[in-house]
T-cell receptor, first 118, second 112 residues
Framework: DGGITQSPKYLFRKEGQNVTLSCEQNLNHDAMYWYRQDPGQGLRLIYYSQIVNDFQKGDIAEGYSVSREKKESFPLTVTSAQKNPTAFYLCASTVGLAGQPSSYNEQFFGPGTRLTVL | RKEVEQDPGPFNVPEGATVAFNCTYS??????FFWYRQDCRKEPKLLMSVYSSGNEDGRFTAQLNRASQYISLLIRDSKLSDSATYLC?????????????FGAGTQVVVTP
């Protein structure tokens, strides 16, 4: 079955540590995204990538980094510079039609990773 | 002001009843509109896209009012399984990519 997988489901981190969240998709989608969700708030965009080897900062990129070496994979690293990293992290992808903004198309989400800083 | 605003609820709805709620957006240039459903501690999933002429999918009806800059979702004959948070999602063609803006969600609780 095609879909998006994220791992781990739960992650606990000590202050000062970097952690990497995995996101893999087998939908053959070009565009991939990372969002953060906090209680009572909408999803906020951290980073997005339209094609391999290219990615752009979203609204809240500070303290995060990404890579896109393969079409299927878009890992997110939460660095120690992120002041309040405890949140629910969601990865998404969309097909991205040529000549049309990816945002016109449905985004498919992975099951998410809950990160808690101890 | 937030780009997308929703009444957080909860809307407590008896099973079989109708519930409706709105979402307002601030960017008049917004092009695409969606309703997503999110169950507790799960990922959002697309419920339906919202078209200018309004559209219906079974018991769900979505409307778009561009003049007043809001979209609405109506659920008829509510089922217990409709209990969820409904996210309003709006895109704006501010650049070639066009980001999505998510509302914080409206919680619906359907009771027996």
């Amino acid at each position: 079955d095609g879909g998006i997988t994220q791992s781990p489901k739960y992650l606990f981190r000590k202050e000062g540590q970097n952690v990497t969240l995995s996101c893999e998709q087998n939908l053959n989608h070009d565009a991939m995204y990372w969002y953060r969700q906090d209680p009572g708030q909408g999803l906020r965009l951290i980073y997005y990538s339209q094609i391999v080897n290219d990615f752009q900062k979203g609204d809240i990129a500070e303290g995060y980094s990404v890579s896109r070496e393969k079409k299927e994979s878009f890992p997110l690293t939460v660095t120690s510079a992120q002041k309040n990293p405890t949140a629910f992290y969601l990865c998404a992808s969309t097909v991205g039609l040529a000549g049309q903004p990816s945002s016109y198309n449905e985004q498919f989400f992975g099951p998410g990773t809950r990160l808690t800083v101890l | 002001r937030k780009e997308v605003e929703q009444d957080p609820g909860p809307f407590n709805v008896p099973e079989g009843a109708t519930v409706a709620f709105n979402c307002t957006y601030s960017n008049s240039a917004s092009q695409s509109f969606f309703w997503y459903r999110q169950d507790c501690r799960k990922e959002p999933k697309l419920l339906m896209s919202v078209y200018s002429s309004g559209n219906e999918d079974g018991r769900f009806t979505a409307q778009l009012n561009r003049a007043s800059q809001y979209i609405s979702l109506l659920i008829r004959d509510s089922k217990l399984s409709d209990s969820a948070t409904y996210l309003c999602v709006v895109s704006s063609p501010t650049d070639s990519w066009g980001k999505l803006q998510f509302g914080a969600g409206t919680q619906v609780v359907v009771t027996p």
